[in-house]
């Protein structure tokens, strides 16, 4: 069965269609591996990306595979 990036929302929470579309996007693109490049394009380019005890700022630390295996 394929992976479905439809969003769920508590009743009575209303997210904006736009909002919605683009996270659904967002971590679709994040488990695609050769989507770098989109990926990196869902942040500006001086964004701060922290994930558990890791950081980098910028755009070349927003690709998900180099963030992983990059040591920091």
């Known amino acids: 069965m394929a992976h479905s990036y439809k969003s769920e929302y508590p009743a009575g929470v209303q997210v904006d269609d736009?909002?919605?579309?683009?996270?659904e996007e967002f971590y679709k693109t994040s488990d695609t591996p050769d989507?770098?490049?989109k990926y990196a394009d869902s942040f500006t380019g001086d964004a701060a990306?922290?994930?558990?005890?890791?950081?980098?700022v910028g755009r070349e630390g927003t690709d998900p595979y180099h963030f992983y295996n990059?040591?920091?």
């Open 18 to 23: 736009g909002i919605k579309a683009f996270f």
């Open 35 to 37: 989507a770098h490049e």
């Open 49 to 56: 990306l922290v994930m558990a005890s890791k950081k980098v």
């Open 70 to 72: 990059c040591g920091i």
